[in-house]
């Protein structure tokens, strides 16, 4: 390595066969191998993981229509374009050749438009109260979990005393008082009411990899009681992590559509695939089907796409996995 | 016996026990440890109030000298471990006092403690779970460098950090360039030396060995023991050695001391020990010995019952409850009523048995003949 004059050529195989194959056409070239980390490692099973594949598909493809889509069919409320031909029970996708999911009943609204805002809104307050609840989660757990004792014990009787709160009664009433149809507070509300199973789960991997023995080769060695958080035990626990967020993601999604469906969520001047639901009630029994039937198609994509995702994660993330 | 002369027999340690330092020159005392307890408690009923106490280290007290190797053997769950973690302040300590090269370890402050971390490190047993899976061995190794670094050794820097996580690399036998793999790609030897590697480039003085050969292959044992010798004379290192295993224990180490339910029973130089045990115990530990020759028959001295539990120790001496010299002397009293303290024998060598005088080869030959229990070696040889 170190006497290398000229920069040698670098070619990387991952299979044998591919090795195989090469070196059939260059016999001279010096074979090295090359470690792979853990998450190399677990991006090499994921990917072979087929579900996880069609999950991950299906759930990206939603990230993108609702982060592309809206650019393309914003949607304003205040501003309905009039429709070119006024029908009581809005028109069906095919016979109305610029909406393709067909329109509402009495204002005509674009169901797709409505959809592609709503998918954006969804997926948004679902990532974001994921995200927000599984630091908290993250931090309190591993905290309790680690130190142990008496800061344990309250931690997780305040986990204890917040779990056996009627989440729905709490969602409910908070999103009453606090600002009612705000997407942002009804984030929040998720986020808050959300960290307490990630608390527990993240306890309990903590509360195991702290008796490992690195951890008292680090404490040994002086390193601090964070750090040893941070960089030894947490990266561990990493992988149920990673899984409980993306199953989050899919739970505060349809957390949201039942709360906004019935009618404490999210304004519908702003759509989420909730309230766009719970406009679309009454058109059912006029026969306006297609109002209600893309919205709900788009949840069941997304929590489905999550949950096999989340499902190939696990599978991915197990370091006993061979390959 | 007061206990002023038990302290009394505690002071007259010897510090002429054999050491790998020069010869002629006063070996100084590396590591003194008085009186050491360790209880765990134990928590219970419907108010989870305290109960009562496992006592894991109970009243040990021993000195190594700088440049010795001490062995620690006793049977599982003996608190061998705990102690060699109540000394790194690794697990907290009920009393007593640990000084490390002049240094009061319990009493010291949080900011002098993290500094005489440097000084005294510890190597574990198992070479799977001691290593972080998630790391590359050059954050393995240099965790502790990031958290010893100051203005001096300028640790802080990737690349002086870097050259060291090298340089002990090699210095226990590895390739200096694996410092960018991972744990799992090692095998349990090189795990092993990892570890070592790890505990050494703080630059230690003391180094708590805990069994660290007695997940490894036989043939992997031998070459990680010889490793830690030579690094001894490299580094200057002193050894606090616990093991299991006897014959590695009899290899190892110079100075050796038997362990039973939380308590030094017997303190030793190892050719002394060997071949003149005076408590009981180590006599039936070290009869238990397994001779590599199938056709020879041996008596083996088989204990009685299980180890009492730590939580619930016997009274006076722990270990009449299982005593065969006990019972060849007819069950005296003093044994279940008062505690043997460590007394010296000639050339420091220290046993807590009230009845260490009766204790000779051929004592031992009679008893083991007297057994019901004939335990041989092996198969009967024709």
């Given at each position: 390595m170190d006497e290398s004059t000229a920069a040698p050529e670098v070619r990387v195989v991952e299979s044998p066969?591919?090795?195989?194959?090469?070196?059939?056409?260059?016999?001279?070239?010096?074979?090295?191998?090359?470690?792979?980390?853990?998450?190399?490692?677990?991006?090499?099973?994921?990917?072979?993981?087929?579900?996880?594949?069609?999950?991950?598909?299906?759930?990206l493809t939603m990230v993108a229509v609702g982060i592309f889509g809206p650019m393309i069919w914003s949607y304003n409320y205040y501003n309905v374009p009039l429709p070119d031909q006024f029908v009581h029970a809005g028109r069906p996708p095919m016979l109305s050749p610029f909406h393709p999911f067909g329109e509402t009943m009495l204002l005509q609204r674009d169901v797709f438009t409505l959809v592609v805002n709503g998918i954006r809104l969804s997926l948004l307050i679902g990532v974001l109260a994921t995200v927000i609840a599984t630091t908290i989660g993250t931090f309190?757990?591993?905290?309790?979990?680690?130190?142990?004792?008496?800061?344990?014990?309250?931690?997780?009787?305040?986990?204890?005393?917040?779990?056996?709160?009627?989440?729905?009664?709490?969602?409910?009433?908070?999103?009453?008082?606090?600002?009612?149809?705000?997407?942002?507070?009804?984030?929040?509300?998720?986020?808050?009411?959300?960290?307490m199973s990630i608390a527990r789960l993240v306890r309990s991997v903590v509360l195991s990899l702290r008796e490992a023995d690195w951890v008292d080769a680090a404490r040994a060695a002086g390193v601090s009681d964070m750090r040893i958080i941070f960089r030894h035990v947490l990266p561990n626990a990493l992988s149920p992590i990673i899984v409980a967020a993306s199953l989050s993601v899919a739970g505060v999604i349809i957390g949201e559509a039942f709360v906004s469906f019935l009618g404490?969520?999210?304004?519908?001047?702003?759509?989420?695939?909730?309230?766009?639901?719970?406009?679309?009630?009454?058109?059912?029994?006029?026969?306006?089907w297609w109002w209600a039937f893309f919205p709900g198609m788009a949840i069941v994509i997304i929590v489905m796409g999550i949950n096999f995702m989340g499902d190939g994660l696990q599978d991915a993330l197990d370091p006993r996995a061979k390959i | 016996m007061t206990p002023q002369t038990e302290q009394a027999l505690v002071d007259s340690v010897p510090a002429d026990s054999p050491n790998g330092v020069s010869a002629g020159t006063q070996p100084d005392v590396m590591l003194e440890v008085r009186n050491l307890k360790t209880y765990y408690p134990i928590y219970g009923?419907?108010?989870?109030?305290?109960?009562?106490?496992?006592?894991?280290?109970?009243?040990?007290?021993?000195?190594?000298?700088?440049?010795?190797?001490?062995?620690?053997?006793?049977?599982?769950?003996?608190?061998?471990?705990?102690?060699?973690?109540?000394?790194?302040?690794?697990?907290?300590?009920?009393?007593?006092?640990?000084?490390?090269?002049?240094?009061?370890?319990?009493?010291?402050?949080?900011?002098?403690?993290?500094?005489?971390?440097?000084?005294?490190?510890?190597?574990?047993?198992?070479?799977?779970?001691?290593?972080?899976?998630?790391?590359?061995?050059?954050?393995?190794?240099?965790?502790?460098?990031?958290?010893?670094?100051?203005?001096?050794?300028?640790?802080?820097?990737?690349?002086?950090?870097?050259?060291?996580?090298?340089?002990?690399?090699?210095?226990?036998?590895?390739?200096?360039?694996?410092?960018?793999?991972?744990?799992?790609?090692?095998?349990?030897?090189?795990?092993?030396?990892?570890?070592?590697?790890?505990?050494?480039?703080?630059?230690?003085?003391?180094?708590?060995?805990?069994?660290?050969?007695?997940?490894?292959?036989?043939?992997?044992?031998?070459?990680?023991?010889?490793?830690?010798?030579?690094?001894?004379?490299?580094?200057?290192?002193?050894?606090?050695?616990?093991?299991?295993?006897?014959?590695?224990?009899?290899?190892?180490?110079?100075?050796?001391?038997?362990?039973?339910?939380g308590k030094i029973v017997e303190v030793a130089e190892t050719d002394v020990l060997y071949g003149n045990p005076l408590h009981p115990y180590s006599v039936a530990l070290l009869s238990a010995i397994p001779i590599p020759d199938p056709r020879q028959r041996k008596k083996r001295l088989v204990l009685k019952g299980d180890v009492p539990s730590p939580a619930n120790p016997p009274s006076g001496c722990r270990f009449h409850t299982r005593c065969?010299?006990?019972?060849?002397?007819?069950?005296?009293?003093?044994?279940?009523?008062?505690?043997?303290?460590?007394?010296t024998f000639q050339s420091g060598h220290q046993v807590a048995c009230h009845f260490a005088e009766q204790v000779s080869a051929d004592v031992v030959q009679e008893t083991a003949a007297k057994q019901d229990v004939i335990e041989t070696a092996a198969a009967e040889p024709d």
């Amino acid at each position: 390595m170190d006497e290398s004059t000229a920069a040698p050529e670098v070619r990387v195989v991952e299979s044998p066969a591919a090795l195989e194959q090469l070196l059939a056409e260059h016999p001279d070239y010096d074979v090295q191998l090359e470690s792979l980390n853990q998450w190399q490692l677990a991006w090499r099973r994921f990917k072979r993981h087929r579900m996880a594949m069609v999950g991950s598909a299906m759930f990206l493809t939603m990230v993108a229509v609702g982060i592309f889509g809206p650019m393309i069919w914003s949607y304003n409320y205040y501003n309905v374009p009039l429709p070119d031909q006024f029908v009581h029970a809005g028109r069906p996708p095919m016979l109305s050749p610029f909406h393709p999911f067909g329109e509402t009943m009495l204002l005509q609204r674009d169901v797709f438009t409505l959809v592609v805002n709503g998918i954006r809104l969804s997926l948004l307050i679902g990532v974001l109260a994921t995200v927000i609840a599984t630091t908290i989660g993250t931090f309190i757990g591993s905290v309790a979990g680690y130190f142990g004792g008496f800061l344990d014990t309250v931690l997780m009787r305040i986990v204890d005393a917040l779990l056996s709160l009627p989440l729905l009664f709490l969602i409910l009433v908070f999103s009453r008082f606090l600002g009612a149809g705000s997407w942002v507070t009804v984030t929040l509300i998720f986020a808050l009411f959300g960290w307490m199973s990630i608390a527990r789960l993240v306890r309990s991997v903590v509360l195991s990899l702290r008796e490992a023995d690195w951890v008292d080769a680090a404490r040994a060695a002086g390193v601090s009681d964070m750090r040893i958080i941070f960089r030894h035990v947490l990266p561990n626990a990493l992988s149920p992590i990673i899984v409980a967020a993306s199953l989050s993601v899919a739970g505060v999604i349809i957390g949201e559509a039942f709360v906004s469906f019935l009618g404490y969520g999210v304004n519908p001047s702003t759509p989420t695939l909730g309230n766009i639901l719970s406009g679309a009630q009454d058109a059912l029994t006029e026969g306006n089907w297609w109002w209600a039937f893309f919205p709900g198609m788009a949840i069941v994509i997304i929590v489905m796409g999550i949950n096999f995702m989340g499902d190939g994660l696990q599978d991915a993330l197990d370091p006993r996995a061979k390959i | 016996m007061t206990p002023q002369t038990e302290q009394a027999l505690v002071d007259s340690v010897p510090a002429d026990s054999p050491n790998g330092v020069s010869a002629g020159t006063q070996p100084d005392v590396m590591l003194e440890v008085r009186n050491l307890k360790t209880y765990y408690p134990i928590y219970g009923g419907i108010l989870r109030r305290r109960i009562g106490s496992v006592f894991a280290v109970d009243d040990v007290s021993l000195t190594i000298s700088r440049g010795e190797r001490y062995g620690l053997v006793g049977e599982s769950g003996c608190g061998k471990t705990t102690l060699g973690r109540t000394i790194l302040r690794l697990e907290k300590a009920t009393g007593g006092s640990v000084t490390l090269d002049g240094e009061d370890l319990l009493a010291i402050r949080r900011s002098q403690l993290h500094r005489m971390r440097r000084k005294m490190q510890i190597i574990f047993q198992d070479p799977y779970g001691s290593l972080n899976p998630r790391m590359p061995v050059s954050d393995i190794i240099g965790e502790g460098l990031i958290a010893q670094a100051d203005r001096e050794n300028g640790w802080s820097k990737r690349a002086v950090r870097d050259k060291r996580v090298g340089d002990y690399l090699e210095a226990v036998g590895l390739r200096r360039d694996y410092s960018r793999r991972y744990p799992h790609e090692f095998s349990g030897g090189q795990r092993q030396r990892i570890g070592i590697a790890r505990a050494l480039s703080l630059g230690p003085e003391f180094v708590v060995c805990d069994e660290p050969v007695s997940a490894l292959d036989v043939s992997i044992q031998s070459q990680i023991l010889n490793l830690l010798s030579d690094l001894r004379t490299q580094f200057n290192l002193t050894y606090l050695f616990i093991a299991h295993n006897l014959s590695v224990v009899q290899y190892f180490c110079e100075r050796i001391g038997v362990m039973y339910l939380g308590k030094i029973v017997e303190v030793a130089e190892t050719d002394v020990l060997y071949g003149n045990p005076l408590h009981p115990y180590s006599v039936a530990l070290l009869s238990a010995i397994p001779i590599p020759d199938p056709r020879q028959r041996k008596k083996r001295l088989v204990l009685k019952g299980d180890v009492p539990s730590p939580a619930n120790p016997p009274s006076g001496c722990r270990f009449h409850t299982r005593c065969w010299l006990r019972e060849r002397l007819g069950n005296p009293a003093e044994c279940s009523t008062t505690e043997p303290p460590l007394r010296t024998f000639q050339s420091g060598h220290q046993v807590a048995c009230h009845f260490a005088e009766q204790v000779s080869a051929d004592v031992v030959q009679e008893t083991a003949a007297k057994q019901d229990v004939i335990e041989t070696a092996a198969a009967e040889p024709d």
